[in-house]
């Protein structure tokens, strides 16, 4: 089994490709071993290894979060070992009872039909021109609201705490959501 390895835009993610699907639908996002516990057996494994402090699971990767003081150089193949080693075993991702988030379907206030409109509207640019950009630096973006002209994300993954991902929401994400929907004023982390 090879796995390949891509840096991601926050330089504390690393990005693994194991060349077969991780998670057949949505994601997964652990920021601790005791988050992971129970749920998923690849994920408490990665907590395993000294320095890891995030893991999350897409269709086809697994990106994985260090603390600032550790090495990539160091850390790296004991994460490839752990991933290696699950997947040649053939062990589940996800513990059977465990949910996978599936941010197309987060919770949005109902209001009129033109809102929801708009709502429809905002989750199908997500999907087709913003989600794909944003699994290629191994991450998500997660659908919270739309309130008074207000889109709510937040960013999963690789893309939360990346240095990069504020100016990812606003200049980005921000500007072609208000080209092609003029309903839409601001884009902000959902809190």
Known sequence: MFIQTEQTPNPATLKFIPGRVVLEQGTADFTSLEAASGKSPLAERLFGVEGVVGVFFGHD???????????????KPSILGVIMEHFTTEQPVMSGSAVVEDSDHAETPVGDG??????????????TRVRPAVAQDGGDIVFHGFEEGVVYLSMRGACAGCPSSTATLKMGIENMLRHYIPEVVEVRPAG
Do not use: G, S
């Not at 990767?61 to 850390?75: A, I, Q």
């Not at 033109?114 to 999907?127: F, G, H, P, S, T």
């Open 61 to 75: 990767f697994v990106t994985v979060t260090k603390e600032d003081e550790k090495e990539w150089y160091v850390m």
């Open 114 to 127: 033109e809102n929801d409109q708009v709502i429809a509207q905002i989750k199908e640019l997500l999907d």
